[in-house]
């Protein structure tokens, strides 16, 4: 598009958002900066920026703090813009309409925490506090909590609070007093909820930051975007390298995810760095010649390389996630030379498995490798995957033959559902004699990982 009209069509967006009030959402320009919408709701608070190149920014934050929605892209097509901004709104009613605070109860049957949560009901309805409240038994938690803001286990599960922690941590989770739990103490409760809540809140996530500690020159300026699932939440990470390092970051996270959501990515980055050499994109995907696999919702078995080659004159590699991970844990320590990443995000069935051996990835044709998920009966891990017991399962069931077979020095674990790897070299130990078992390690934010992974891939593929 022409630059002249590109910027007559910001404009044009800009003046027809202004007029999209309603009794929920509230659009106004923010009093200090002209080139932003602030967007507000009881529940969240949103925000539209408009910066130079026609560059416009989404976000969303909900009210605990956390990002529930983010990107920006460059204006080319009115029609693109506003699906986006249909979105970003969507987004922002769907906070709103879930603007009750949501608090399960749960103990080893249920029985008990639902006559309790029935009291904490009819309590909160009569001081008019946005809780609802639903009580579940212990079993089905791991499948249902994801839906919940604030866990409150029974004090005859207490001992599980630090295992539900580590597995939800973005939640609230506390145990209820044994004096309040057995005289159904209602307004102890609510301060105990309250309190927790607050606390919560008050938490700062600080980011990682990885250094590579093995040689790896960048010969030119590259793109490096990783896909990383997590339950219904698809998020981008996108970054720019050249010769000097890290030059610049890039986020998307969204619900639905799109073809044009990741051209996105790759045109703002191209506006804002014109002289980007190649792209090195990690999915959850299988790579066959150029037939890529992506978990994208209208996406599926595409010939991408082939697309985007044509539309754009960089290089374009795709790589797969579990391999970009194992890549970039090696490159970031120098304790060991062979290594595997067992990647099992939450929710999903399957899991993937990198590995590198004596400082090279172990690839193979059609890109199999790794692709653990043909030696799980998909059934049964449907089951496994609900509770953290049936995952510890899964997961050394899966171990077993990789440890058989590629005897690595450590295995890095990134299993939402395990809290406890010592649970799993038990289970290990029960196949394997303890003495042959690797180090196992358990990691948690991925995005580090996969970023640096894709560069040493795209790095190599480039030269």
Same mark, same amino acid.
């Given at each position: 598009m022409?630059?002249? %009209?590109?910027?007559?069509h910001?404009?044009?967006? &800009?003046?027809?958002?202004?007029?999209?009030?309603?009794d929920?959402?509230?659009?106004?320009?923010?009093?200090?900066?002209?080139d932003?919408?602030?967007?507000?709701?009881?529940?969240?608070?949103?925000y539209?920026?408009?910066?130079?190149?026609?560059?416009?920014?989404?976000?969303?934050?909900?009210?605990?703090?956390?990002?529930?929605?983010?990107?920006?892209f460059?204006?080319?097509?009115?029609?693109?813009?506003?699906?986006?901004?249909?979105?970003?709104?969507?987004?922002?009613?769907?906070?709103?309409?879930?603007?009750?605070?949501?608090?399960?109860?749960?103990?080893?049957?249920?029985?008990?925490?639902g006559?309790?949560?029935?009291?904490?009901?009819?309590?909160?309805?009569?001081?008019?506090?946005?809780?609802?409240? *639903?009580?579940?038994?212990?079993?089905?938690?791991?499948? *249902?909590?994801?839906?919940?803001?604030v866990?409150?286990?029974?004090?005859?599960?207490?001992?599980?609070k630090?295992?539900t922690?580590?597995?939800?941590?973005?939640?609230?989770?506390?145990?209820? #007093? #044994?004096?309040v739990?057995?005289?159904?103490?209602?307004?102890?409760?609510?301060?105990l909820?309250?309190?927790? /809540?607050?606390?919560?809140?008050?938490?700062?996530?600080?980011?990682?930051?990885?250094?590579?500690?093995?040689?790896? *020159?960048?010969?030119?300026?590259?793109?490096?975007?990783?896909?990383?699932?997590?339950?219904?939440? /698809?998020?981008?990470?996108?970054r720019?390298?050249?010769?000097?390092?890290?030059?610049?970051? %890039?986020?998307?996270n969204?619900?639905?995810?799109?073809?044009?959501?990741?051209?996105?990515?790759?045109? /703002?980055?191209?506006?804002?760095?014109?002289?980007?050499?190649?792209?090195?994109?990690?999915?959850?995907?299988?790579?066959n010649?150029?037939?890529?696999?992506? #978990?994208?919702?209208?996406?599926?078995?595409?010939?991408f390389? !082939?697309?985007?080659?044509h539309?754009?004159? !960089?290089?374009?590699?795709?790589?797969n996630?579990?391999?970009?991970?194992?890549?970039?844990?090696?490159?970031? !320590?120098?304790?060991?030379?062979?290594?595997c990443?067992?990647?099992?995000?939450?929710?999903?069935?399957?899991?993937?498995?990198?590995?590198?051996?004596?400082?090279?990835?172990?690839?193979?044709?059609?890109?199999?490798?790794? *692709?653990?998920?043909?030696?799980?009966?998909?059934?049964?891990?449907?089951?496994?995957?609900?509770?953290?017991?049936?995952?510890?399962?899964?997961?050394?069931?899966?171990?077993?033959?990789?440890?058989? /077979?590629?005897?690595?020095?450590?295995?890095?674990?990134?299993?939402?559902?395990?809290?406890? %790897?010592?649970?799993?070299?038990?289970?290990?130990?029960?196949?394997?004699?303890?003495?042959?078992?690797? &180090?196992?390690?358990?990691?948690?934010?991925?995005?580090?990982y996969?970023?640096v992974g894709?560069?040493?891939?795209?790095?190599?593929?480039?030269?």
């Amino acid at each position: 598009m022409d630059h002249f %009209l590109r910027e007559i069509h910001v404009e044009v967006f &800009k003046q027809w958002i202004l007029k999209q009030s309603d009794d929920v959402l509230k659009f106004s320009i923010n009093k200090d900066d002209p080139d932003r919408i602030d967007v507000i709701t009881s529940q969240a608070r949103g925000y539209i920026t408009f910066n130079p190149s026609s560059i416009l920014e989404f976000g969303i934050v909900g009210d605990t703090k956390n990002r529930e929605f983010y990107l920006h892209f460059q204006m080319k097509y009115l029609h693109h813009a506003v699906r986006l901004f249909y979105e970003f709104v969507n987004t922002m009613r769907k906070l709103d309409s879930n603007k009750k605070v949501r608090i399960m109860l749960s103990c080893s049957g249920g029985l008990t925490t639902g006559y309790f949560a029935s009291k904490l009901k009819e309590a909160a309805k009569m001081l008019e506090l946005d809780y609802e409240f *639903e009580a579940i038994s212990y079993t089905k938690l791991y499948t *249902e909590a994801e839906r919940a803001d604030v866990i409150l286990l029974a004090p005859q599960i207490a001992y599980k609070k630090a295992e539900t922690e580590s597995i939800f941590q973005r939640k609230v989770v506390e145990v209820i #007093p #044994p004096r309040v739990f057995a005289s159904y103490d209602v307004a102890a409760c609510l301060l105990l909820i309250q309190s927790a /809540i607050k606390k919560k809140k008050s938490e700062i996530r600080i980011r990682e930051n990885l250094m590579i500690c093995h040689e790896l *020159e960048v010969p030119t300026k590259l793109l490096v975007i990783s896909l990383m699932r997590h339950v219904d939440l /698809i998020r981008i990470a996108a970054r720019v390298y050249d010769h000097n390092g890290e030059v610049d970051d %890039l986020e998307i996270n969204k619900r639905d995810f799109h073809f044009n959501d990741l051209k996105d990515v790759i045109d /703002i980055a191209l506006a804002e760095y014109p002289d980007i050499s190649a792209v090195g994109i990690s999915t959850p995907a299988r790579m066959n010649d150029d037939l890529v696999m992506m #978990p994208l919702e209208d996406a599926n078995n595409k010939e991408f390389l !082939q697309y985007l080659s044509h539309k754009y004159k !960089q290089k374009f590699y795709w790589f797969n996630d579990s391999d970009s991970l194992a890549l970039g844990y090696y490159m970031t !320590q120098t304790e060991y030379e062979s290594l595997c990443f067992f990647y099992h995000p939450m929710g999903m069935p399957g899991a993937g498995l990198g590995s590198v051996y004596k400082g090279q990835l172990i690839q193979s044709k059609n890109g199999m490798a790794g *692709e653990i998920i043909w030696m799980m009966d998909k059934e049964e891990s449907k089951e496994l995957i609900k509770t953290p017991e049936g995952t510890v399962e899964m997961v050394a069931k899966a171990l077993i033959p990789i440890i058989s /077979i590629l005897s690595p020095e450590a295995i890095c674990i990134h299993c939402t559902l395990i809290a406890d %790897l010592e649970l799993v070299r038990k289970r290990l130990a029960e196949t394997i004699p303890e003495k042959y078992l690797p &180090k196992l390690i358990k990691l948690y934010g991925m995005k580090e990982y996969s970023l640096v992974g894709c560069l040493k891939q795209t790095v190599d593929a480039f030269k």
